[in-house]
């Protein structure tokens, strides 16, 4: 009966989705590059709309990242119960990493949540892999942002491990506005003068110097607002 119950919320979601597909924006995220297998365009923001009409629902975050379909995977992150979540959950949603934008909702909208997030943002964040990094530095920024009093460093981690975890990935162009993001709110946190001292570190990889420049003057900017 539970399996009935959530096919039968699955298709009235769905349904609901349908009605709001967007062909322009459906080509604008193609021509972007994202990958999927299937979108219908409809932009984040109904998305999250639609989603927050429905009470979290563990099953049903399930089944929708079981589809190949934008829409279906993004809405699994807004709809999914955090309080339900087991490790075989983070590697459904880990399996949709290869898409930017469901890692940024993932980490935005369920994954901030978990008793486990900080373990798990600091592991992602000193991983080899490109797509777990930028989901590390995303979800820490996320807890920085909305939830600051669970940023300790879980052990064995250390802040100025994360500091220079931040400068060396730097390199990574791929990263730079998940990276700007977590240096925005690290700089609110009070972390500046130590991140700007590890940054300007001078045997740091002179290929990352620009971009660390650019995150000394986001700190400094935050100062300045703050």
């Known amino acids: 009966m539970v399996e009935v119950k959530v096919d039968a ?5 769905m349904a609901e989705v349908r009605r709001h ?11 972007e590059g994202a990958g999927y297998p299937f979108c219908l365009g409809v932009p984040l923001p109904t998305l999250r709309e639609i989603g927050r009409r429905y009470a979290p629902n ?11 379909m934008r829409e279906s995977m993004l809405l699994a992150s807004i709809i999914g119960d955090p ?22 909702v993932a980490c935005a909208d369920y994954f901030w949540k978990l008793d486990s997030a900080r373990q798990l943002a600091y592991e992602w964040l000193f991983m ?26 879980p052990s064995p981690y250390t802040l100025d491990q994360l500091y220079r975890r931040i400068a060396l990935l730097s390199a990574t162009g791929a990263l730079f506005q998940p990276l700007l993001f977590l240096t925005q709110w690290l700089a ?35 100062r300045e607002e703050a």
């Open 58 to 68: 563990q099953p049903l975050a399930r089944l929708l990242l079981s589809r190949a």
């Open 83 to 104: 309080s339900q979540h087991n490790d075989s959950d983070t590697q459904l949603w880990v399996d949709t990493f290869k898409y930017g934008e469901c890692i940024e």
């Open 128 to 153: 080899d892999e490109l797509k777990m990094q930028r989901a590390g530095v995303t979800l820490l920024a996320n807890l920085y942002r909305k939830d600051p009093n669970r940023v300790n460093p």
């Open 9 to 13: 919320l699955a298709a009235e979601l």
């Open 188 to 222: 609110r946190s009070g972390a500046g003068d130590e991140l700007i001292g590890v940054l300007n570190d001078s045997e740091l990889p002179q290929e990352s110097h620009g971009t660390r420049l650019q995150l000394v003057e986001c700190i400094r900017f935050e």
């Open 21 to 31: 597909l967007n062909g322009v924006v459906a080509a604008a995220i193609r021509n």
